[in-house]
Antibody, heavy 121, light 110 residues
Framework: EIQLVESGGGLVEPGGSLRLSCVGSAFTFRKYCMNWVRQAPGKGLEWMATINQDGSEKYYLDSVKGRWSISRDNGKNSLYLQMNTLRAEDTAVYYC??????????????WGQGTLVTVSS | QSVLTQPPSASGTPGQRVTISCSGSGFNIGNNAVNWYQQLPGTAPKLFIY???QRPSGVPDRFSASKSGTSASLAINGLQSEDEADYYCASWDDSLNGWVFGGGTKLTVL
């Protein structure tokens, strides 16, 4: 069974930084695009970033460009999200989500359980 | 405000047919496939429909979906209590170069 396990969430002050991690198992991690999607409390899903198989292509939501960085280590089956200059409105559950084997716009088909990030003083 | 527009709520009684709409633009639904996700309370989303109308294994055939132009819809036949959940549509947006989601529709089984 495919597993995606996120970690790294927690409480951080406004302006602070946090690095989220996600480890994938039971599938060939290096063959898939990967994504981060978040969900603020009581709100809907919001895509944040996508990275292609070898990390050479990265796509970001406009509001996080220049602040955040998505990366991956295929040798460790791991996906990362470095979040800098965090704001209160970044408070959300952050999901690691598996994308397509062909293109970044192939369906997101599996999700982790999520890690909660709370930005508050 | 979400790029894709869904009704915030929908409801029906057991056995009824319910449809949920999703409206977008030529940059997303009009030019790319639509996927639908089911999210049960307190859990991660689950892919329920991909490529406009394809069901992953394990999704009941009571669920179907279609796309026309810049709109899509999800239909649930023979509504059951376990269908009560939030449903989200999603599509890649060529202008934003990323995924866009609908705001979600909360389905209530009366």
């Amino acid at each position: 069974e495919i597993q995606l396990v996120e970690s790294g969430g927690g409480l951080v002050e406004p302006g602070g930084s946090l690095r989220l991690s996600c480890v994938g198992s039971a599938f060939t991690f290096r063959k898939y695009c990967m994504n981060w999607v978040r969900q603020a409390p009581g709100k809907g899903l919001e895509w944040m970033a996508t990275i292609n198989q070898d990390g050479s292509e990265k796509y970001y939501l406009d509001s996080v460009k220049g602040r955040w960085s998505i990366s991956r280590d295929n040798g460790k089956n791991s996906l990362y999200l470095q979040m800098n200059t965090l704001r209160a409105e970044d408070t959300a559950v952050y999901y690691c989500a598996r994308g397509g084997i062909s293109t970044p716009w192939a369906p997101i088909d599996d999700w982790g359980q999520g890690t909660l990030v709370t930005v508050s003083s | 405000q979400s790029v894709l527009t869904q009704p915030p709520s929908a409801s029906g009684t057991p056995g009824q047919r319910v449809t949920i709409s999703c409206s977008g633009s030529g940059f997303n639904i009009g030019n790319n496939a639509v996927n639908w996700y089911q999210q049960l309370p307190g859990t991660a989303p689950k892919l329920f429909i991909y490529a406009n109308n394809q069901r992953p294994s394990g999704v009941p055939d009571r669920f179907s979906a279609s796309k026309s132009g810049t709109s899509a819809s999800l239909a649930i036949n023979g509504l059951q209590s376990e269908d009560e959940a939030d449903y989200y549509c999603a599509s890649w947006d060529d202008s934003l170069n990323g995924w866009v989601f609908g705001g979600g529709t909360k389905l209530t089984v009366l």
